[in-house]
């Protein structure tokens, strides 16, 4: 090969690089310290709600973008610490948002603030925000349920059109508990009485994931502040359960080099065809307190209908 053109082959190699890396999405997917991310798509539009780190601020942060590349934050009206405080309220901030769009096409948000669990609806996602209860008082009360840590809310519409509401977390990183409830058409009332579904390592973080006729009960383990936590699930025929883990139990978890340290409390969706797994995790750092960002991979099932250990590589464009 004349030197020529060994230049060019270079060039050509290195060209095809390029474009292969300007095809990717990069994790983090964006600068700044957010975590407990939940995604909605509206018009074209993808709209990120997460917590605002370290742990937690007064209001969400709120991330729209269309390739996941570039990214506008807003403000939104509601939630807000000041909003959403009750007379049972704990000393804690604005966490852990769930956003999904209902058959009416309003959005619907359920979030955590004060240890509670508050429910909103907005005829577009970034408001204006209300509380979906008259009153202007929470859905979960700090003191409804014994032993549980009422944060972390993930709502679930089912095939048939059924809404589902999940949330908990424990106490000083033990005793972590999975509620879930079925809700009435007006996506705040109860429709019986919530049922505690924990398996043996659930600690926080609930989001159900179904495929075909199977349930995923999708849940963070270990502790927030460290390499422990991860990514976990357990399967079940119906969104009530029961649910039984398995050996495939971890699918995200710290990775051997530690670029990945602590992922966790996550979401998914589906674009053209493809799930996807929106999560945090940790940035090292030598404060007393965590800082999280937001990261992107694909979620992939085997023959055997178990979810595929996540490959942490990022993912491609979109468009």
Excluded at 10 to 35: D, E
Excluded at 239 to 248: I, K, N, S
Excluded at 250 to 271: Q, R, W, Y
Aim: glycine letters at 8%.
């Amino acid at each position: 090969m004349t030197k020529r053109l060994f230049l060019l082959f270079i060039l050509v190699l290195a060209g095809t690089a390029s474009r292969a890396q300007k095809q990717m999405i990069p994790n983090p997917i964006t600068g700044g310290y957010f975590a407990d991310p939940t995604i909605v798509k509206d018009k074209g539009h993808f709209f990120i709600y997460a917590t605002i780190d370290p742990w937690g601020d007064k209001e969400l942060a709120v991330l729209e973008t269309t390739d996941f590349i570039k990214f506008k934050q807003h403000h939104i009206n509601w939630p807000t610490k000041q909003a959403c405080t009750s007379p049972t309220a704990l000393n804690e901030m604005v966490w852990a948002p769930s956003v999904v769009k209902g058959k009416d096409n309003k959005f619907y948000m359920y979030v955590a603030v004060g240890g509670e669990v508050w429910g909103g609806v907005s005829n577009t996602p970034l408001g204006p925000w209300k509380n979906l209860k008259s009153d202007n008082t929470p859905m979960v009360k700090s003191t409804d349920y014994p032993n549980v840590h009422n944060i972390d809310p993930d709502c679930f519409i089912d095939t048939d059109g059924s809404v589902y509401l999940y949330w908990g977390s424990g106490y000083k990183w033990i005793n972590g508990h999975c509620m879930a409830v079925k809700l009435k058409d007006d996506m705040v009332s109860f429709d019986g009485a919530p049922k505690d579904i924990t398996t043996p390592h659930f600690f926080e973080g609930a989001h159900m994931v179904k495929r075909n006729q199977t349930y995923y009960l999708m849940f963070s383990e270990g502790k927030a502040i460290d390499a422990t936590y991860q990514v976990g699930y357990a399967k079940g025929a119906s969104p009530l359960g029961p649910f039984q883990e398995d050996e495939h139990r971890v699918i995200l978890n710290t990775s051997a080099d530690s670029t990945v340290i602590g992922p966790g409390h996550h979401t998914t969706f589906v674009e053209k065809g493809q799930r996807y797994i929106l999560y945090h995790r940790i940035f090292p750092q030598k404060e007393s307190f965590v800082l999280r960002q937001l990261c992107l991979d694909s979620l992939n099932f085997d023959a055997d209908g178990n979810i595929k250990k996540v490959s942490t590589k990022g993912v491609r464009k979109f468009n």
